[in-house]
């Protein structure tokens, strides 16, 4: 699918972008997509933590898909989570956090402490021994479950830990689109399960909570396939919308060049009794249109050289 776009780097980065931004504002903040492209072109944005908080999602993200690609890079582990986490926290938001550092006492979510919190996660001498079951879970060789129930039952088990003190929910999103990749789910991470998860983010919750009360494991796979089937349709069209837009954009610029190339022509030629000759003091214009539109197409600021094609975006 991805190959209907000549540019898969920039439709990578359009959707990373968006669950980044997706993620961080299930965490709460309020950064939009123009503000987070009005920062990377240098423009002032009102909301800067906000704004930092998505940016340094984008990087934690990227970093892990780096080690995660690499032969000699971390696999998915504790040590990798940690490592994305730092990334994920740096800057003011993770000023008395612990970035890349498991928590070292007792959260809780909702509620004015403990006792009367909406959940509670395990004691934090629990947790190191805990993610530790969850990696051997992941990286096992012979389970007999389907990948995608692997990664929802991953997924709610390690936001169950809550091992930080804060940004649980944004590397359980990053590990989620981890364990795509890792369990050869998809090629590219162009599926934004982050969108599901804050439309439905109360039934979200409630399916999170009715496994640590009830038991129900199979609400809540049901739920997750649900949204992973949401997810891919909402892509597909996506990148379907994203070629018929680049198609119907490079029609109008060659239309465009092709009337403006004929008006040139016709200018500089004094009409058409002197199409084809050198006029005195003047260079000859009468250039095949195939050799100007492969100039053109070479000379371009949206010609892809990777692909030979045509991008919408600076090459």
Known sequence: MAGLVPSVEWLLYSFTAKEALLSSQIEGTQATLTDLFDEEAGLKVSNTDDVEEVTNYLRAFRWAQGQLRDPQGLPIS????????????????????????????????????????????????????????????????????????????????????????????????????????????????????????????????????????????????????????????????????????ITADRKRLLESDDVSYRQRRHQAGGGSRHRGRTHPGRVRVGLAPSWRRRWTRRRSPWADQDTGGWSSVPA
């Not at 550092?101 to 403990?114: D, F």
């Not at 190191?128 to 990664?151: C, G, Q, T, W, Y």
């Not at 998809?186 to 919750?205: D, F, I, N, T, W």
Request: glycine share 10%; net charge neutral.
């Open 78 to 245: 504790v040590r990798l989570l940690c490592e994305a986490h730092r990334l994920l926290l740096d800057g003011a938001r993770g000023a008395g956090k612990q970035p890349g550092e498991l928590r070292r006492s007792q959260n809780w979510i909702g509620g004015t402490r403990p006792g009367n919190a909406a959940f509670v996660p395990p004691p934090p001498q629990q947790v190191a021994d805990l993610l530790k079951d969850l990696e051997r879970f992941i990286h096992v060789s012979d389970a007999d479950l389907p990948p995608l129930v692997r990664v929802a039952l991953t997924h709610a088990q390690f936001e169950t830990i809550h091992p930080f003190l804060d940004g649980n929910g944004g590397i359980g999103g990053l590990l989620i689109t981890a364990l795509m990749e890792h369990w050869r789910l998809l090629r590219q991470p162009l599926m934004v399960l982050s969108g599901y998860r804050k439309q439905h983010q109360a039934e979200y919750y409630r399916r999170l909570s009715a496994i640590r009360g009830d038991g129900d494991w199979e609400g809540w796979v049901s739920f997750f396939l649900e949204g992973v089937a949401v997810a891919s349709a909402d892509a597909e069209r996506g990148i379907i919308d994203v070629a018929t837009l």
